[in-house]
């Protein structure tokens, strides 16, 4: 609030106050704009954290029934395990103010007591993603020590170290001089989860039944497609803040850049590559394998929008309808060449996170505008753009370095781990309880019990001898009178 | 960013520099209003998307689990291939900058370059929303490829126009120099989705079973009261972007409106229509049928919602209490004139969007509230208001035309589109298609396949010679001596 | 829209001009303040109007298919029927201006047509969480007519008297001169809700077979653990307006308080709190039952996030922690001291609102920090804080009279009204209906109709004759011919 002022008092102007009055004006707008700026970080990070409830309905609906609960609870230690590793650790060496190329190394636990909160929230529900895409590769038959193992690991440093490599300030972040540029995290967030879900599905090995005696797929269906679609639209919906929320402001704060007209373009780019990318499943499996295949179609829009996440703001429409068709294509072939290679990951991970990640992260290099990377706050005045506009590899190379590096660092820690785990006999579970589904032996009883379903024999016999009540409550029930 | 100025350099008043520095503050202050407004349109715009999640909830929770998969897709593919025929064209003859009192005829494909993408991305999620509408309507027996092409040509052509007339400038925006008024899309939206659903209805025919052969009404329940709750809550959650979204701002940018005022009366008469008419059904329904009936108060409230779209910010709260309860009748109502008229309408998307819009979008006429349109920058000085304050019949008379215009312009183009498919025989399924479903036969599989549920013989047989295992995993399970 | 200006009209300082211009400036960076402030109220209201989506998948997963139906209904009703019971009664005795230290007496259904309508719907939203949570504690086997009683009552007068004590500047606000302290409402919304479940669980008494003869627990899941997780993440995400939209403003407006600040921490300390919940649940259970405990686990999430409610803006990250944590065990030990008590809470709302409600309140007057309070804007000058900062026992002791007088008041007007309703056999359903479930006998059917479900046996045997279709259908099926 600021307070209203009369500059001639007496009919005279007091130059003081003046001065006063239109300093105070310039901290108003400027608290405005830093205000709505943390509204903007805020409400984006609520729509990424609700990606969760995304992301544990697809797995859930992808699955069988007899792990629904296994996979539930790790799309929801994702976030909670997830969360304190960050915060103790993962936060401090991404953003860190005491940093080197590699890592930040301060603020552990928050305690430099700063007023980013907002940036903490926000990155943590980037850091929740990375860690939940990999639940869907080792799906079904994973221990459970060792996926709290490796989420801890991954959301605290594996991911962490990788952010701040591009984000903050890190060595990739001015390679070459034009740095690799991945706006909301082609490379930075959805290769990390892709590579270790793949490092996961190689190592922990395909589902009992998925390949057959000649080595063809074995069909294994999850259990509700419904679930899939409104994990889908979740998804869909929580990318609104993935993407347009990482222009990490919505005030024209800087004279060079235009961050509102930045997220609106990254609201309209990721509709369009997601979109795109359905419409090209649909017609590729319709032509195919002659059916409408909803879940694959499902898919292929969130490879639409994977596609788009590293280059939303610095593209044009119709680049965007490119990135997200070709998006398209390389998750319906790499989810192909891992059915050819044996290789059992769910919820087909890496080809839509991992795979169509790479190529979001590459096509930054070829379709990047100059001015819209102006507009974004990216700017600088070297001319350098992607490939199509002109700007010579510069751009590109950088990003390359960029998916090598982040494919390697994921791969060289994340591998080790699950091969010491498997050689300790911890990765997998046993074969009985791969059979019989991990809810009934870990989890206490069946996602679906049956008790809880009354059928239309329980009703016809009509009968409470078998109910095992309570002779007290048998004997006085309340309310025997109610008409209602 | 606004820098801090020292408008007394050496102690005296430096007036060029005061000049700047003012005029520099009206720049930040007008930004900071832009960008808030941006923010909000497109923030609103994510609430009006995820209703597609909602109506594929309510859509599928409402059919039965044979074609769970095919309503889900379709609801999936409004928003795909809405998005393409939008971005392509529809946006262009909506809102085109060259334009006729018809369409507009320019910026096609977002050519323009313009800096108004938060106005596309708003305008396509209402176009989806009036593509989705129309799926409910003739779900579980029409043809895939039918279903494309309306949805193709409703959001590229038909619902684009019409939102022309209405809101960009066409004709009826000043008919009778008063103009057609429909704040968030009673006629616009929801009309044009009710009366093609409408068209598609009878033209298709009733499911096989619907009626007897005498001609009464077959029950033929949804296979999840869950799944219509849920989809219900998420449209009502969506309809807080749909109706004070529609204020297309929230700052107060002209000093005879009050946007801000605007957008929060609008979340709460959306509310106590949606509520009101929630109650109402309870009330009559239990007096009619007997039953506190769940799935009949969930329409509803969805027709109290609709009922307020078009006048929300315009009316008072008792009036939106009115309109809601008078809502709820016109649904019921309508419900019930479809099945006597042996209209087999699964979601009673008419009687909702159709019935309800056209009531919601007369509405206007009776309740609307001078003061009210200066509010919401909708003023002019020439005293209009509804019949019940006054106003005379102008405004309704200009409602009144809009409402048959666009029921007429709807079913003049859906009607012959859906009657030649018919002719040619794309329009209905086949007979066994429609008996067996169309997720086995068209969808590659059960949207719930029986394989994916573990039954207590499986697990009581404990044996997994029958699960087609791949040999090499059986001879050399890993991590068999895992204890978790 | 602020005009540009010329303060220099003709090279000459017009000073008139000046102080108009600057004033017009105050006036349009408290607009801009003011609009964003309450676009903030808004879109935080939408999320916790979402919580009522959550509450809802949450009860029905928790509850058997036989009563799904009906605990959908009732959460369907909490927004409708509390909506019409808050717009008359409600608002006015919380916040009418016209006051006295107990309740509010002006202001009935919004006839003072002020411009606060999004305090009134922010308001609702909470004061339809608090109808809600008590819904869980009387699941499966009360009176539909004694549930939409108490729903009118408590969101139109427990509840808004409540909530005046505290935030309308009734008694409690300003006991023992520092006030009552509670943010987001542990006390006003969470205890309401809880303790009035309470009550009623115990009058209401135990479903039939709850408990054995000799009084052990007999394990009554419910039917979904997949409805339970999509619940409460949708609760988690609308916390994030419970909580952080509490400070009901985002701009910084004065110059003692920093909302923008606040929020932010409220986001951060919520999610910690709900995080290490989480967390300590996984660690207990397993422990103690040896099972990961799904669904307790989530009970425990929402247990975190309700111990933080009533202090996440004035705690450092550690004691967001801590209180998670201890509001973990909290709920733990409440859970068992119920089924000790042979109290029967299906959703064990009373554990998780009541006592943790309770706890988070008291929790503020140990962990609350001085600069925090005036952060948030609650601040004065006499450095008063939480016990763990020195400040003395007072705000500990103003709190420990609210959970008193709060708990006391639910109590007071609940349980005789339970109690009443028993006495004339109104407030339990006849045990043949609860035996049967509510669905059938009042709501028309079963939530997942068998009859909606297509099984092998009706594919396999391929006839329409049971199908009772019309016969003119029948003889001229449309589309037969169709390909598609």
């Avoid at 390679?175 to 590579?195: C, E, L, P, S, Y």
Wanted: hydrophobic share 50%.
């Amino acid at each position: 609030m600021v307070d209203p002022v009369d500059l001639l008092p007496g009919g005279t102007l007091d130059t003081g106050l003046l001065n006063t009055a239109v300093n105070t004006l310039v901290d108003g707008v400027n608290a405005n704009a830093a205000s709505m700026d943390v509204f903007f970080i805020l409400f984006s990070g609520y729509l990424v954290f609700l990606m969760q409830t995304g992301f544990a309905m697809l797995t859930a609906g992808s699955v069988r029934t007899k792990n629904t609960k296994n996979v539930l609870l790790k799309n929801v230690l994702d976030a909670c395990v997830g969360l304190v590793a960050y915060y103790l650790f993962g936060y401090a060496f991404a953003y860190g103010p005491s940093s080197n190329p590699f890592l930040g190394h301060s603020n552990w636990a928050l305690s430099d007591n700063t007023q980013d909160f907002h940036v903490f929230f926000f990155q943590w529900t980037f850091a929740a993603t990375a860690a939940t895409i990999v639940s869907g590769s080792v799906a079904e038959r994973t221990s459970f020590y060792a996926y709290l193992g490796y989420a801890f690991f991954l959301s605290g440093f594996v991911y962490p170290v990788v952010s701040h490599w591009v984000w903050g300030g890190g060595w990739l972040s001015d390679i070459f001089t034009v740095g690799a540029k991945d706006f909301a995290g082609d490379a930075v967030v959805h290769m990390v989860g892709g590579f270790a879900g793949l490092a996961g599905a190689v190592i922990v090995g395909p589902r009992i039944g998925r390949f057959d005696a000649d080595g063809r797929v074995v069909p294994m269906p999850g259990h509700s497609a419904t679930l899939c679609t409104l994990g889908t639209f979740i998804l869909w919906f929580g990318w609104y803040g993935f993407n347009p929320g990482s222009t990490l402001g919505i005030s024209n704060q800087s004279p060079d850049a235009n961050y509102t007209a930045t997220a609106a373009r990254c609201a309209v780019t990721t509709t369009i590559a997601g979109a795109a990318a359905g419409v090209t499943t649909l017609i590729v499996i319709k032509l195919r394998d002659h059916i409408f295949d909803l879940l694959t179609i499902l898919n292929g829009i969130l490879a639409g929008l994977v596609a788009i996440t590293g280059s939303c703001p610095w593209v044009e429409p119709y680049a965007a309808l490119v990135i997200g068709i070709i998006g398209a294509f390389v998750y319906m072939g790499a989810a192909a060449a891992l059915l050819a290679l044996k290789i059992d990951d769910p919820l087909e991970a890496f080809p839509i996170h991992g795979a169509t990640g790479l190529w979001g992260a590459i096509a930054v290099g070829f379709f990047a505008r100059e001015q819209l990377l102006f507009q974004s706050g990216y700017g600088n005045d070297q001319g350098w753009q992607g490939v199509f506009y002109g700007g010579g590899g510069r751009l590109l190379a950088a990003n390359l370095v960029m998916v090598v590096a982040i494919a390697g660092w994921t791969l060289f820690l994340i591998a080790p781990l699950f091969v010491v785990l498997n050689v300790v006999g911890q990765l997998r579970i046993p074969r009985e309880m791969e059979i019989e589904g991990n809810d009934i032996s870990k989890h206490g009883g069946e996602a679906y019990p049956p008790d809880a379903v009354i059928t239309e024999e329980m009703l016809a016999q009509k009968t409470i001898d078998n109910l095992g009540m309570d002779e007290s409550v048998r004997r006085d029930p309340s309310g025997e009178a109610s008409a209602v």
